[in-house]
């Protein structure tokens, strides 16, 4: 596991510096939280049979990224619920995997005008969630609502990064059935 608490040293300095302001910031991911992959999934055997380990690898080298993009996510019409409430410049899409795939998922979705932001792995997101606060936005929100469909790495670091950015995080589980029906949202921390 990754050690936030050591991480977080190197944003300190720049942390004391920030101005707090009275604003909520939307951060959500975006596979299966903004976008369903269900018919990417009933669709192709390839991808069922391989939606962890091997996912980037088949979508890489077997069946490519512009074919991927084309046939599952061009035109692609989506819940619009998380979308609606985010603001371009200020809110994020947090997303996990590799970064040429998920860039091109964004552009395909016309989702590229909100700021976003692409990790390795899941694990990486809560240090990028406080890096993008304390750099990029460079102000403290008063609260930041967290949309996933796997939030289990931001509860176990819910305190950490409330202590250290003196704010307040609300952790929001979406459920998606598909993409023609509106998301379940649930607040689990
Ligand atoms: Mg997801």
Request: hydrophobic share 40%; charged share 35%; net charge negative.
């Amino acid at each position: 596991m990754l050690d936030l608490t050591k991480q977080l040293k190197e944003l300190k300095k720049l942390k004391n510096n920030l101005e707090k302001k009275d604003e909520i910031l939307i951060v959500s991911d975006l596979d299966d939280t903004i976008f369903c992959r269900k018919e990417q999934l009933e669709d192709n055997e390839l991808l069922r049979n391989n939606r962890w380990a091997d996912w980037i690898r088949v979508i890489l080298e077997q069946i490519w990224i512009e074919n991927f993009i084309e046939k599952y996510y061009k035109w692609k019409s989506f819940p619009k619920t998380i979308t609606d409430k985010m603001i371009s410049w200020k809110d994020l899409i947090l997303t996990a995997w590799e970064i040429n795939l998920q860039t091109s998922k964004i552009k395909a979705l016309n989702l590229e005008n909100i700021n976003h932001s692409i990790v390795w792995d899941w694990e990486k997101k809560p240090f990028e969630l406080v890096r993008y606060v304390v750099e990029d936005l460079a102000y403290i929100p008063s609260k930041i609502i967290i949309y996933e469909d796997r939030p289990e790495y931001f509860i176990e670091n819910k305190r950490l990064i409330e202590d250290f950015l003196w704010t307040t995080l609300e952790i929001i589980l979406v459920e998606m059935i598909d993409n023609n029906s509106e998301a379940q949202i649930k607040r689990v921390a």
